[in-house]
């Protein structure tokens, strides 16, 4: 589904990425973990396109998208749900989620699915996005990834600052779009138990490189845990 080969990525005189590889399959789910500051998220931008490769190439599919724009890679099936939500408060949940659909005809109905995943946002549907708890915002904000149906979906760090009944309906909703078997899953994440339960690989990074890599089951094995309090 996604396949990520020698990426390297700069920062003016800063080597951000070095020699970054990776393959997310359909049906599974793809973790990479890692402290602050090693790459994560740079990572995640240069999947997205929102900063561009120096060197390296990114395919979908089988076809290249290394020099694609963001909007062309969400039409050839990429969803995103960035660091810190980024919903737009003054709009409503109905209005966020139709954002998601921005490229479709205007006629396209919102997926009844998404209701079905994250009820509270039927409830919620004509309150602002603002208004809504964190938890509820971060729903909001994986439903709006998955308004047109993606084929890769990218989460970047879901878990942050939400409380636990929601970090467990969140777990819930990867692993059972994951189990479908339609959708390639990469998700970035520093909470080792959240990402243990989910991974079925995992990534470790450390100044921009990936320095281990395995399986989900045998991330305790492989000492992924101690990694990640070093």
Known sequence: MLKVEGVNQYYGGSHILRDVSLDAKQGEVTVILGRNGVGKTTLLKS????VPVKTGTITLDGQPITRDTPYERVRKGIGYVPQGREIFGRLTVEENLRMGLAYKPASTPI????YELFPVLKQMLHRRGG?????????LAIA???AAGPKLLILDEPTEGIQPSIIKDI???IRMLADRGDMAIVLVEQYYDFAAELADQYLVMERGEVIRRGRGKDMEADGVRRLMSI
């Open 171 to 173: 777990g819930r909703v």
């Open 111 to 114: 997926p009844a699915e998404l």
């Open 144 to 146: 709006r990834a998955l």
């Open 131 to 139: 208004d809504l708890s964190g938890g509820q915002q971060q729903q």
């Open 47 to 50: 999947l997205m396109g929102l």
